[in-house]
């Protein structure tokens, strides 16, 4: 099974979206494993958006991710990188389809609701830097076996 880190952004918060996001993410059979709620300072900005730091539009980022409260939560399930990174839609809100959270609930491509590690590897640098070793929970659920049904033989 794979993880994933996922921030709720502030717009998120401020539009009261974060229930409704969490719901899709549950309702898809994603287990949640850890969530917290913090203010992204531009430090932690910086650790996470290491590879946009030097791009022109981070000065804007930063402060859009640092302009109010977020929702971190890591969850866990087959595949879970780029089912979310599915779920989300593209960037740009005015271009994801509809059905995705992007797509149903935005028309910004910086103030875009949800953030999606990107691939295994980042989503375990990112875990890392919101979450202490012990904050990410490990536990069965009577479901795993309907939503998380093996289809290898
Ligand atoms: P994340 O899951 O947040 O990483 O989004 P992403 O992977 O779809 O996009 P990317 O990593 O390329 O960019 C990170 C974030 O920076 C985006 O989600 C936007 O909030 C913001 N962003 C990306 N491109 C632009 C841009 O051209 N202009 C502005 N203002 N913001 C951008
Ligand atoms: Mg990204």
Same mark, same amino acid.
């Given at each position: 099974l794979e993880k994933s880190l996922i921030l709720l952004k502030p717009d998120a918060v401020q539009r009261r979206l974060c229930g409704e996001i969490i719901t899709r993410l549950e309702n898809k059979g994603l287990k949640l494993i850890a969530m917290k709620m913090l203010q992204v300072t531009k430090e932690l900005a910086a650790q996470h958006y290491e590879e946009h730091?030097?791009?022109?539009?981070y000065p804007m980022l930063e402060e859009f991710i640092t302009s109010g409260p977020v929702v971190a939560i890591v969850v866990e399930g087959p595949e879970a990188v780029s089912v979310v990174r599915g779920m989300m839609g593209k960037t740009n809100g005015r271009e994801s389809a509809p059905g995705t959270i992007r797509g149903d609930f935005g028309l910004s491509r910086q103030v875009n609701l949800i953030h999606g590690s990107d691939g295994p590897e980042a989503a375990l640098r990112e875990i890392g830097i919101y979450f202490?070793? !012990? !904050?990410v929970l490990s536990y069965k659920s009577s479901l795993d076996e309907w939503v998380c049904a093996s289809d290898e033989l």
């Open positions: 730091v030097e791009k022109p539009f202490q070793a !012990e !904050e």
